[in-house]
Protein backbone atom coordinates (compact mmCIF):
# COMPACT_ATOMS: atom_id res chain seq x y z
CA UNK A 1 0.00 0.00 0.00
CA UNK A 2 1.31 3.52 -1.20
CA UNK A 3 1.64 5.95 1.73
CA UNK A 4 -0.68 9.00 1.08
CA UNK A 5 1.98 11.10 2.32
CA UNK A 6 5.10 10.68 1.13
CA UNK A 7 4.36 7.81 -2.03
CA UNK A 8 6.44 5.67 -0.13
CA UNK A 9 5.41 2.00 -1.55
CA UNK A 10 7.02 0.42 2.00
CA UNK A 11 4.36 0.22 4.37
CA UNK A 12 3.30 -2.23 7.39
CA UNK A 13 0.13 -3.02 8.61
CA UNK A 14 0.50 -2.31 12.67
CA UNK A 15 -2.92 -3.18 13.53
CA UNK A 16 -6.02 -5.37 11.70
CA UNK A 17 -9.80 -5.41 12.76
CA UNK A 18 -13.22 -5.68 11.49
CA UNK A 19 -15.94 -3.09 10.84
CA UNK A 20 -18.56 -2.53 12.94
CA UNK A 21 -20.72 -4.04 10.54
CA UNK A 22 -18.36 -6.90 9.83
CA UNK A 23 -18.07 -6.02 5.77
CA UNK A 24 -14.74 -4.65 5.84
CA UNK A 25 -11.22 -4.71 7.94
CA UNK A 26 -9.54 -1.65 8.75
CA UNK A 27 -5.97 -1.79 9.03
CA UNK A 28 -3.82 0.84 10.28
CA UNK A 29 -0.29 1.64 8.56
CA UNK A 30 2.36 2.88 9.20
CA UNK A 31 4.98 4.36 6.49
CA UNK A 32 8.87 3.33 6.58
CA UNK A 33 9.92 6.41 4.80
CA UNK A 34 8.05 9.56 6.21
CA UNK A 35 7.49 7.80 9.92
CA UNK A 36 3.25 9.10 9.23
CA UNK A 37 0.53 7.07 10.50
CA UNK A 38 -2.56 6.19 7.91
CA UNK A 39 -5.67 3.97 8.22
CA UNK A 40 -7.19 1.52 5.05
CA UNK A 41 -10.27 -0.05 4.80
CA UNK A 42 -10.71 -3.36 2.71
CA UNK A 43 -13.81 -4.64 1.80
CA UNK A 44 -15.24 -7.26 -0.79
CA UNK A 45 -16.38 -6.59 -3.91
CA UNK A 46 -18.61 -8.85 -5.28
CA UNK A 47 -19.25 -7.58 -9.13
CA UNK A 48 -18.58 -4.66 -11.31
CA UNK A 49 -21.56 -2.89 -11.79
CA UNK A 50 -22.87 -1.34 -15.20
CA UNK A 51 -25.54 0.76 -16.16
CA UNK A 52 -27.45 -0.17 -19.41
CA UNK A 53 -29.12 3.45 -20.89
CA UNK A 54 -31.93 3.50 -22.72
CA UNK A 55 -30.16 3.54 -26.23
CA UNK A 56 -28.11 0.56 -25.41
CA UNK A 57 -25.03 2.53 -24.01
CA UNK A 58 -22.92 0.51 -21.18
CA UNK A 59 -21.31 2.57 -18.73
CA UNK A 60 -20.27 2.38 -15.29
CA UNK A 61 -21.52 4.83 -12.20
CA UNK A 62 -18.48 7.36 -11.15
CA UNK A 63 -15.30 5.27 -11.52
CA UNK A 64 -14.72 4.55 -7.87
CA UNK A 65 -11.12 5.35 -7.87
CA UNK A 66 -12.10 9.07 -9.13
CA UNK A 67 -14.06 8.89 -6.08
CA UNK A 68 -12.02 7.88 -3.90
CA UNK A 69 -8.94 10.34 -4.79
CA UNK A 70 -11.63 12.96 -4.53
CA UNK A 71 -12.46 11.87 -0.89
CA UNK A 72 -9.23 10.96 -0.42
CA UNK A 73 -7.98 14.58 -0.87
CA UNK A 74 -10.02 16.11 0.84
CA UNK A 75 -9.66 14.19 4.25
CA UNK A 76 -5.61 14.79 3.31
CA UNK A 77 -6.50 18.55 3.37
CA UNK A 78 -8.65 18.16 6.41
CA UNK A 79 -5.14 16.10 8.16
CA UNK A 80 -2.61 18.82 7.03
CA UNK A 81 -5.14 21.75 8.83
CA UNK A 82 -3.89 20.19 12.08
CA UNK A 83 -7.44 20.43 13.57
CA UNK A 84 -8.62 17.20 15.21
CA UNK A 85 -12.31 18.55 15.31
CA UNK A 86 -13.82 19.31 11.97
CA UNK A 87 -17.41 21.65 11.59
CA UNK A 88 -19.75 19.88 9.20
CA UNK A 89 -19.70 23.50 7.54
CA UNK A 90 -16.47 23.30 6.75
CA UNK A 91 -16.85 19.55 5.16
CA UNK A 92 -19.68 20.42 3.40
CA UNK A 93 -18.29 23.72 1.67
CA UNK A 94 -15.37 21.65 0.74
CA UNK A 95 -17.30 18.77 -1.07
CA UNK A 96 -19.32 21.73 -2.54
CA UNK A 97 -15.98 23.35 -4.18
CA UNK A 98 -14.71 20.28 -5.50
CA UNK A 99 -18.04 19.20 -6.83
CA UNK A 100 -18.26 22.28 -8.56
CA UNK A 101 -15.11 21.54 -10.24
CA UNK A 102 -15.92 18.30 -11.44
CA UNK A 103 -19.63 16.92 -11.81
CA UNK A 104 -22.30 20.60 -12.17
CA UNK A 105 -25.06 18.72 -11.50
CA UNK A 106 -23.97 16.90 -8.29
CA UNK A 107 -22.76 20.22 -7.44
CA UNK A 108 -26.48 21.18 -7.74
CA UNK A 109 -28.18 18.58 -6.29
CA UNK A 110 -25.43 18.20 -3.11
CA UNK A 111 -26.06 22.00 -2.91
CA UNK A 112 -30.29 21.76 -2.83
CA UNK A 113 -29.69 19.35 -0.04
CA UNK A 114 -27.09 20.99 2.02
CA UNK A 115 -28.50 24.31 1.79
CA UNK A 116 -32.10 23.04 2.42
CA UNK A 117 -33.57 24.19 -0.78
CA UNK A 118 -37.45 24.60 -0.02
CA UNK A 119 -38.75 25.76 -3.31
CA UNK A 120 -38.18 26.01 -7.32
CA UNK A 121 -37.07 29.52 -6.34
CA UNK A 122 -34.55 28.53 -4.14
CA UNK A 123 -32.74 26.25 -7.58
CA UNK A 124 -33.07 29.94 -10.02
CA UNK A 125 -31.42 32.06 -7.35
CA UNK A 126 -28.51 28.93 -6.97
CA UNK A 127 -28.56 28.89 -10.51
CA UNK A 128 -28.40 32.35 -11.33
CA UNK A 129 -25.46 32.88 -9.21
CA UNK A 130 -23.77 29.87 -10.69
CA UNK A 131 -24.64 31.45 -14.07
CA UNK A 132 -22.97 34.80 -13.07
CA UNK A 133 -19.75 33.50 -11.33
CA UNK A 134 -19.16 31.53 -14.48
Given at each position: ?????????????????PSED????????????????????????????VVVK?????????????????????????????????????????????LKEV????????????????????????????????
Amino acid sequence: MRCPFCGNEDTQVKDSRPSEDGSAIRRRRFCTGCTQRFTTVERVQLRELVVVKQDGRRVRPVQEERMERIVNGLVRQLEASGESDIPSQQIGEMVMETLKEVDAVAYVRFASVYRNFREAKDFETFLGKLGDAG
